[in-house]
């Protein structure tokens, strides 16, 4: 049995990634963001958007 040939895609650069606020080159020091600052608005939008999680409603329980 032959040994399978194991990079089905070529990957250019592990760790090569990009800033996914601005598109930048991420840095080592803010990964996987660029900056500091962009990881502050990443984290923003986090708190702020869509992951708002709500705190429990008392939901009618019936207790009594
Ligand atoms: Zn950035």
């Given at each position: 049995?032959?040994?399978?040939?194991?990079?089905?895609?070529?990957?250019?650069?592990?760790?090569?990634?990009?800033?996914?606020?601005?598109?930048?080159?991420?840095s080592e020091a803010a990964r996987p963001f660029c900056s500091g600052r962009c990881r502050d608005v990443?984290?923003?939008?986090?708190?702020?958007?869509?992951?708002?999680?709500?705190?429990?409603?008392?939901?009618?329980?019936?207790?009594?």
């Amino acid at each position: 049995m032959p040994a399978k040939p194991k990079a089905a895609a070529p990957s250019p650069k592990a760790g090569a990634r990009r800033c996914p606020i601005c598109g930048k080159p991420s840095s080592e020091a803010a990964r996987p963001f660029c900056s500091g600052r962009c990881r502050d608005v990443d984290l923003n939008r986090w708190l702020s958007g869509s992951y708002w999680i709500p705190g429990r409603e008392d939901e009618d329980e019936g207790h009594e």
